[in-house]
């Protein structure tokens, strides 16, 4: 199975590349197999339809994890993430995750205290998947709500309701795998 890792040389991204042989790593950084900015791609550029072409899913992990930027940061994800979906439905790719967070329901656990710009736009990101499954019972999207990925050296330094949100790397694998439906 093909999958295209959007985000491919961040945090998460970097941990899922080699989860998934054969992966086609896209993002913004040098060192990725498609150089390119979700903000400003040509999906209908040859390198990257060709990519789409022998995609068999699509992981999009090239948001910001940080809860605290501008309102324009997560604005600007949801037009991006809004624009990679249409690519998918061009492409009738049938496996795609996107990612979300405890962040987009405000009763959930540790996100409780804190609203704001980044878990409204993992919020219109969980809408977006059942938007991009309605009329189609041959797709799985999901919006996955990703936990914190960070190195273990600093979970043990972090909050109580943070560490209980820590996703090791098998974890991250176990469920992108699943969410994928692999």
Known sequence: MTIL????????GRRLMPAFPGAIGIDRVPGADIVADL???????????AAF????????VATSANTGDPDAVHWAAVTATARLLEACDRHDIKRVVIPS???ADPKTRWAAHNQNAYGHSKRVFEEMAHMYNVGHTDRHCVALRIGWVTDYSNVLEADQWLQANYWDDARL?????????S
Do not use: C, R
């Not at 890792?5 to 998460?12: D, H, L, T, Y």
């Not at 072409?53 to 999009?60: M, N, S």
């Open 5 to 12: 890792i959007f985000g491919a040389m961040g945090n998460i």
């Open 39 to 49: 903000a400003t791609i040509d999906y209908t550029a040859p390198e990257i339809a």
């Open 53 to 60: 072409e022998k995609a068999d899913g699509v992981i999009h």
């Open 101 to 103: 967070s405890d962040w």
């Open 173 to 181: 694998i176990g469920q992108m795998q699943a969410a994928l439906g």
